[in-house]
């Protein structure tokens, strides 16, 4: 029987993060179970902090649905599996701190632990399940690339912003007669530049699975111009590389050992600079950022957050831990953590990926991609 739960949020923020967290406390008190939230994810976590969730009146989970962030906050550089920690000589050294983090789980007798997170949370959701602890993820990103399901919450409002970014950028490239580059995230996957691409009907859009000659970008603008277009937007997804190039890197984070350090980001001043030269039409890049994790869900974001949630803590009832609750073939399912976590590791190869990570990227098949090519949007080959 399940008594008392313990939520996380962990990694890069997404809008959506309350919805689910909303969805697994509601669901968890219709059935008599207590939830409580670790703070700022991991850290939390290893640090035992941690508050009791209630949709009660007056309740910290109530009203939360339309929320941006976490109300529990979230972590990007809480690795305990490798965690960063000064020695008594000053130095930085790397430790496993996990077994902290079960005796943690244990004394406070949570019965089971929901971590809503991207690839790295579930990895180590993983190796907590391996330690014999009883978790069941949630999948979280705005760059849609968790293994084994059709989609992350947090991906949709993202492709919402960058649609009403591309929207926006039309109208000022159309009075200026200007090529519009906008840069967005999605690491190594190009889910947000395609589907905004497509979404707000850009003219281009380069993501990371095509790599991109830049000369058949700029013949795409030459012929738009040729056929009175004296305008043009470009999406580039910031892990975009040149076919002669690679990904271009901003700088470096500090998110722990055994993780992907790398910050992505340049590639939109890049392309709209050598779009420049090989055009002689004006153009100028804007970089999208955060704005596309903060801020309120989508209605889709709320359902499927909400959904997402339900079914974990469902899940947990049935007691069927080790999970990742996912959509496949558009309905809620769930897929073991081993298989999330395990599952491609031939991929590992590919720049940027760490050797365990199992990123899902867009394949050649996708509807997407064949979308993009029937109604002419320029993928850089
Ligand atoms: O993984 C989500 C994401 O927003 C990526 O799209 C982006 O590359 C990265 O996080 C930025 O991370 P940080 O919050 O460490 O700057």
Known sequence: MLKKVAILANGGDVAGFNAVIRGIVKTAENNGVECY???DGYNGLLKNEY????TAEDGNAEGILPKGGSIIGSSTNANVFNY???????NIEYKDLSDRCVENIKNNGFDCLFTLGGDGTQKSARDFSTKGINVIGVPKTIDN??????ITFGYNTAVSVAMEAIDRLHTTGETHHRIMVLEVMGRYAGWIALEAAIAGGADVALIPEIPYDIKRVAEKIIN????????????????AKATDGDIIVEGLRDNGKGVDNTKLGGVGPLVAKQLEELTGLEARNTTLGYMQRGGTPTAFDRVLSTKYGTAAMRL??????????????GRVDYASLEDVVGQNKEIGAVSGNTLESNLRKVTMDDDLVKTARSIGINLGD
């Not at 960063?84 to 000053?90: A, H, M, R, S, T």
């Not at 690339?145 to 059709?150: I, M, N």
């Not at 040729?226 to 470009?234: E, I, M, P, Y």
């Not at 947990?316 to 073939?329: P, S, Y």
């Open 37 to 39: 939230g670790f703070i």
């Open 51 to 54: 508050i009791k969730l209630s």
């Open 145 to 150: 690339d968790v293994a084994c399901t059709e």
């Open 84 to 90: 960063k920690v000064i020695n008594e000589n000053g």
């Open 224 to 239: 738009r111009r040729k056929r009175g277009k004296n305008f043009s937007v470009v999406v580039v997804a910031e892990g």
């Open 316 to 329: 947990a009832i049935e007691g069927k831990f080790g999970n990742l609750v996912v959509i496949k073939n």
